[in-house]
Structures are given as C-alpha cells and as structure tokens.
C-alpha cells in the first residue's frame, strides 16, 4: 500500500513539476496584481540630470509589476545618461521606484578632433553645446589630453594649488603640462612631477618678487627660470 501511495505522490508532483511555466505564472501574477504596478519614480539627489530626462528613459518600467522589476531594468536604460556615475535604487511599496543619483562633476573643457567638450570627473567627454552654462571652466588643450588630464589635475588639488586660478591648460606630447592662469602668467612643469614641485610653483606665483614675471619654467631640474 505504502508502495502504491509513494508512485501516486511522485506522480502528481511529476506532472506540476512538467506543467508548471515560471514566466506564465509571473505573467498571470502581474495581471491579477495591478495593485503592485509601478505609477511613480521619484528622482532623488540630482543637480545636473533632469528629473524628466531620467522618467523618460525609464517609460516602459511604468506598469511592470514591482515585485519582479531588476535593477538592470533600471541601470541599462540609464547606462549613457550623461554625468551619471551610478544609482542606487529602492521599492516603496505598492507603487513607487525611489532612483538616488551619483552625479559626475564637469571640471574643464576641452578641445579635441576641432570638437568642443565637456571633461568630466569621470574622463567622460560631453559634448559642449548642450551645457553651455559651463564656460567659465578651464580650457584644456592637446593631443591626448582627456587621457592624461584628471591624473594631473588631482595631483594639483591634492596640493592645494589654486585651480579656480587657472585659465588654461596645454598638455603636451612628451608628457607634461604648462598652466596658464587668469592673470596670463604660465608656469611650466617638466614631465615628471612631483608634489613637491607644485608646491614649489605655488610658493612661486604668490611671491611679490615674483609678480614682475610672466613665465616661471621649473622644466629644468635645480633651476627656476623666469622670464
């Protein structure tokens, strides 16, 4: 008897195991659920990407059921937003995707290919005609630029040197910066820097006996040279 009982049990659970379809049933789940379909995202912790830009990309979450909504669902459409970093995201139930923003920070413009750009904290090249309200940051020059420029520009921060001085930068070739300030005084620094060395040009440029020079050239090893 407890023979026959056993191939009983293990034929039914044979035939759910065979009948039974994960996306079918999600489906039907969604459908008999419209309770838990998503109607709001709440954007949060954004200054530079607009709320509206974020709604839009995010249109076909609208109606999916929360419950079975992934974070890829949310992350891909946003991946080429730009000044986006990252996001964070969280359910509030029954109906609501909260989507806390991570921005990128514009830090100079640059030139490249004739092209006129935005260079973010991220390296991301952005394309200067849609943020115009920028232009008050520092220009970057040369080939290779974007590549090299945030190494050297948080070598500079680091140091305190003063960046909302700074009017130009002009990268070069063979691997090093000149810096052209607002008052057009150039310092130019040789291929291997060091923090010591910003820290010697930042002492340079505030000194008085110094005002009288408009290029203070620390290429050379052991030597200030000034003209």
């Known amino acids: 008897m407890k023979k026959v009982y056993k191939i009983f049990f293990l034929s039914i659970v044979f035939i759910f195991l065979s009948t039974f379809n994960p996306i079918s049933f999600k489906k039907n789940l969604d459908e008999d659920n419209k309770f838990f379909q998503i109607k709001h995202i709440v954007v949060t912790n954004n200054s530079l990407i607009k709320k509206n830009e974020i709604e839009k ?9 929360i419950l079975f909504i992934n974070s890829s669902e949310i992350e891909i459409p946003l991946k080429k937003t730009n000044f986006l970093e990252k996001i964070e995201v969280k359910k509030k139930y029954p109906d609501t995707i909260i989507v806390k923003i991570f921005e990128t920070k514009p830090v100079a413009i640059i030139f490249k290919d004739k092209k006129k750009y935005l ?21 970057v020059y040369g080939k290779e630029a974007d590549k090299n420029f945030l190494i050297f520009f948080d070598s500079l921060k680091k140091n305190n040197f003063p960046n909302k001085e700074i009017k130009n930068f002009y990268y070069f070739k063979i691997g090093r910066w ?25 002492n340079l ?6 005002e009288e020079y408009n290029i203070i ?10 003209d």
């Open 119 to 139: 260079l973010d904290s991220l390296s991301n090249l952005i394309f200067f005609e849609e943020y115009e309200n920028f232009g008050k940051l520092p220009n």
């Open 178 to 202: 000149d810096i052209q300030l607002k008052n057009n005084r150039t310092v130019k620094f040789p291929e291997n820097i060091t923090d010591e060395l910003i820290e010697k040009s930042i």
């Open 205 to 210: 440029i505030s000194r008085k006996d110094f």
């Open 217 to 226: 050239d620390l290429r050379v090893a052991g030597k200030i040279i000034v």
């Open 57 to 65: 990309k995010l249109n076909k979450i609208f109606n999916k059921n």
